[in-house]
């Protein structure tokens, strides 16, 4: 099955969760995301019945990744149950998890044993009171640590995630790189990305891959790494004298979307064929409304062979302001 763009479905992002401990600036301003932000009702998301039968009619049609996301993902009740579900379907290859890793010391065990391989753990620095001032909630980065630690002892592969932003973090460029390379975790540095409409985003505020890149090679040598798969999103480096490796997701400078296999379900079940979408088509109605498997099959096929989306490809300041997008925490990372 191939889009309008010749490329096939192969991973399915799944927000569980619209609601986050946290409030990223680049994500989830405080200003906006307040005490009376109107949050989905339990009511309103997808139930792990719903998840797995998505799920499998998803890997039926070519899917062999799925990533839980959010808002933040361990907030969901009782998670390690869905992904025991999720990982004995058959053909699925990989299961992973993007969290603020808060709560990892909670759950690495159970998410562990549960069948999860990996995480992705999001930090963006490793200054105490910057990182208080970027997650907008004051949380240092101890709890970060600790959830790091935690899914370290439990045997989760790791990845840490860095949204770079120009003025915000650039600062923490090296730092970040010296802690994950001493403590041989694999570093991916974003882009700063005009996902929604609420971040105020600014293509002056983001720093390119080619700028990290250079600022990263006043202090380290390193050399590329060949991907492992077509429509790997990291551009992949290692250092010369370890073998811990650092990724660049360059979503705003080099894009990728012509390799882009990736379709996302929000967590109240609407389908996105893109991250810079407006609207998604609603599975979860059409679904409660007692659409057997093919159908529901037939509903995805259409709407992954009628895709044609290839926004970061055409980014500008103005597409940027003007296009209506959906949030990042609702439709995830
Ligand atoms: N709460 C979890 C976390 O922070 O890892 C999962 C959801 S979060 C939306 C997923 C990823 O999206 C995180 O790594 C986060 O840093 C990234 N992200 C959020 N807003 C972004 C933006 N404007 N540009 C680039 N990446 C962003
Ligand atoms: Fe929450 Fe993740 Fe968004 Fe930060 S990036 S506000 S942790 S969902
Ligand atoms: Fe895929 Fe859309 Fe991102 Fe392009 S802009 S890589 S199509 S999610």
Known sequence: MKDQLNRPLRDLRISVIDRCNLRCQYCMPKEIFGPDYPFLPPSELLTY??????????????VGKI??????PLLRKNLPVLIERLVQIEGLHDIALTTNGIFLPKYANDLKKAGLQRVNISLDSINDELFGE???RNVGVTPVKRGIEAAKKAGLGI????????GMNDSEIIPMATYCKENELELRFIEYMDVGSTNGWK?????????????????FELEAVEADYFGEVAKKYKYKDSNVLVGFITSVSESFCS??????LSANGNLY???????GHNLRDFIRQGADDAAVNAFIKTIWEN?????????TEETAKQRKKIEMSYIGG
């Open 134 to 136: 970027m997650n907008g």
């Open 203 to 219: 293509m002056k505020d983001v720093i390119t891959k080619k700028e990290i890149y250079r600022k990263l090679q006043e202090s």
């Open 259 to 264: 390799s882009c296999t990736r379709a996302r």
């Open 159 to 166: 990845k840490i995630n860095m949204v770079i932003k120009k």
């Open 67 to 72: 990533r839980l996301t959010g808002g933040e």
């Open 307 to 315: 895709r044609r989306d290839r926004y970061s490809d055409e980014r």
């Open 273 to 279: 064929t893109c991250l810079f979408n407006g609207n």
């Open 49 to 62: 019945d719903e998840i797995e039968r998505i799920a499998k009619l998803f890997v039926q049609l070519g």
